[in-house]
């Protein structure tokens, strides 16, 4: 059974362009969570969506960032406009409906880096 | 979500057990402790969790006092692949509540 899959894994950007980040989660797996992780610190929660729905994105920043989870295909990040202040590591996790511990698990990241 | 303090880093002797303390003086009734552990940056790994009995896996143990006010994650035969940022987090489970991380332990294995 696959894990969840991320990519690219390495992306790089100047200023202005778009940056598009892909998630696929584990087999089975109808939740997926973004979170973004700054050098030297933790995680930080950004998104939780269900398919076609966006259930929470409190952790989202205002402008610039979207994500979405359409009902075939992996869930998508994009950050419009990208900043310096964007390059870090990405990081996605899926969770089960019906999963009675609620973990989740986490893809590899994907690290931007804004030039 | 209640607030957990970890100590920013340890040293552990390869093949020994090492012991890692949280304290989350603040945590309510129906919040459950979970521990995650981050190798090199790469995604977090779920390790562990439990809401009040001590709880065992195949990667670690979990023993959380009586009071829930604090627990210990345990990893029996420590060895250099665990080296990693432990992250020890509380919150209630419910699916959709996303996990805070704050900054962890890393943990270090000597050998």
């Known amino acids: 059974n696959a894990g969840v899959m991320q990519n690219p894994r390495h992306l790089v950007r100047r200023r202005g362009q778009e940056a598009r980040l892909r998630c696929s989660p584990m087999k089975g797996h109808s939740h997926v969570y973004w979170y973004r992780q700054l050098p030297e610190e933790g995680l930080k929660f950004m998104v939780y969506l269900q398919k076609e729905n966006i259930i929470d994105e409190s952790g989202m920043p205002k402008e610039r960032f979207s994500a979405e989870f359409p009902k075939e295909g992996p869930s998508i990040l994009r950050i419009q406009q990208v900043v310096r202040g964007d390059s870090a590591a990405y990081f996605c996790?899926?969770?089960?409906?019906?999963?009675?511990?609620?973990?989740?698990?986490f893809g590899p990241g994907t690290r931007l880096t804004v030039t | 979500d209640a607030k957990t303090t970890q100590p920013p880093s340890m040293d552990c002797a390869e093949g020994r057990a090492a012991n890692l303390p949280c304290n989350h003086s603040t945590i309510s009734g129906n919040e459950y402790v979970y521990w995650y552990r981050q190798i090199h940056s790469q995604g977090p790994q779920y390790i562990i969790h439990?809401?009040?009995n001590n709880e065992t896996n195949e990667m670690a143990s979990l023993i959380i006092t009586e009071d829930r006010k604090s627990s210990t994650l345990i990893l029996p035969h420590a060895t250099l692949r665990d080296t990693a940022v432990y992250y020890c987090?509380?919150?209630?489970?419910?699916?959709?509540?996303?996990?805070?991380f704050g900054t962890g332990t890393s943990l270090t294995v000597i050998p």
């Open positions: 996790a899926s969770s089960h409906l019906s999963s009675t511990t609620y973990e989740q698990y």
């Open positions: 987090i509380v919150r209630v489970q419910e699916t959709g509540n996303q996990f805070y």
């Open positions: 439990g809401l009040k």
